[in-house]
């Protein structure tokens, strides 16, 4: 049975709390990725940063990339795996999570690498393998309910600091953001595909691609 080492990738740009999303954007540009670790001064994964992640932040908090750091936006618990996990293991586990994507850590948490969807669709070998990955592309593209989670007395400060900031920025002489002091409620809702959609995914993925794993 095929292990995490056998398919990762090794070679991952990471970036740390403190970096700012301006940095985390370019980090992801030069190596044609969509998502990047976050490591602390150890090296131990604390979080996962995407360009959606900075997208979002950059159109709601009204505030330039390089002013936002990755910190103010992770949250939540990592999920990671070991090199030594057999790769039906991390389909269970990206199926369960709707992950595409994992970071492979040693068993203090150090990054080693990554694995994605990607990898594995590369290293498919037979139909039962093919079909477990037909039925874990199906659930990490199902819709499912946002789940909202209670704010916290940090959250609130965090809120009040970007307000502050977002109010000096808007009174700014010159400043375009003057002119538009307008409140907006905004509904975040989670990209969904059809099971066909999904379905399509294994047809056309090319079998030779050598950097899915941070696509």
Request: glycine share 6%; hydrophobic share 35%; proline share 4%.
């Amino acid at each position: 049975m095929m292990k995490v080492r056998d398919v990762m990738t090794s070679d991952v740009g990471y970036c740390q709390p403190n970096t700012t999303l301006a940095s985390a954007a370019m980090i992801m540009w030069r190596r044609d990725c969509g998502v990047v670790p976050v490591v602390d001064e150890q090296q131990r994964v604390v979080g996962m940063i995407t360009d959606r992640d900075i997208c979002i932040a950059v159109s709601m908090q009204n505030r330039l990339a390089s002013q936002i750091k990755v910190g103010e936006i992770i949250y939540g618990e990592v999920k990671s795996c070991r090199p030594d996990d057999e790769l039906e293991d991390i389909l269970k586990t990206m199926k369960k999570r709707q992950l595409r994507r994992l970071p492979v850590t040693s068993k203090d948490g150090v990054l080693l690498g990554i694995i994605s969807i990607g990898d594995l669709l590369n290293a498919a070998k037979g139909k039962e393998i093919k079909k477990k990955l037909l039925s874990t592309l199906r659930e990490i593209s199902s819709f499912r309910p946002l789940q909202l989670r209670e704010i916290s007395s940090d959250d609130e400060d965090q809120v009040d600091s970007n307000t502050a900031s977002t109010a000096q920025l808007n009174n700014s002489p010159g400043s375009e953001a003057a002119s538009q002091g307008k409140e907006a409620n905004l509904t975040l809702s989670k990209e969904t595909k059809t099971p066909e959609d999904a379905a399509s995914d294994i047809d056309d993925a090319e079998p030779t691609l050598k950097n899915s794993s941070q696509l």
